[in-house]
Nanobody
């Protein structure tokens, strides 16, 4: 059974950068499509980025396009989200999720219930 664990969250000043990680165990990550979601206080969970199992296809939601980069190292069973030029509105708990189907057409409107496995989340706070 696939288990996901996020790490790397923290407090960053506006304009700063942070890389968060999603480590998998229990199953080979290479068979899964992985997405990053986030949930800000008082808001629903929204899709941020998605990467295909091979890493050849990626997608980003409009608010993060050009600032965030998703990548994966299947040999290390880990997916990363590099976040640059961070803004206060990026403050949220970030979750990674996995499924055996391709990335959705638009990750920004992805349905969380369509994803099979979830990590516990890592908190990212952008504040001066």
């Amino acid at each position: 059974q696939l288990q996901l664990v996020e790490s790397g969250g923290g407090l960053v000043q506006p304009g700063g950068s942070l890389r968060i990680s999603c480590a998998a165990s229990g199953s080979a990550l290479v068979t899964y499509t992985i997405a990053w979601f986030r949930q800000a206080p008082g808001k629903g969970r929204e899709g941020v980025s998605c990467i295909s199992n091979s890493g050849s296809n990626t997608d980003y939601s409009y608010p993060v396009k050009g600032r965030f980069t998703i990548s994966r190292d299947n040999a290390k069973n880990t997916v990363y989200l590099q976040m640059n030029d961070l803004k206060p509105e990026d403050t949220a708990v970030y979750y990674c999720a996995a499924r055996n189907h391709p990335c959705p057409m638009m990750i920004g409107i992805a349905i969380p219930s369509a994803w099979d496995s979830w990590g516990q989340g890592t908190l990212v706070t952008i504040s001066s």
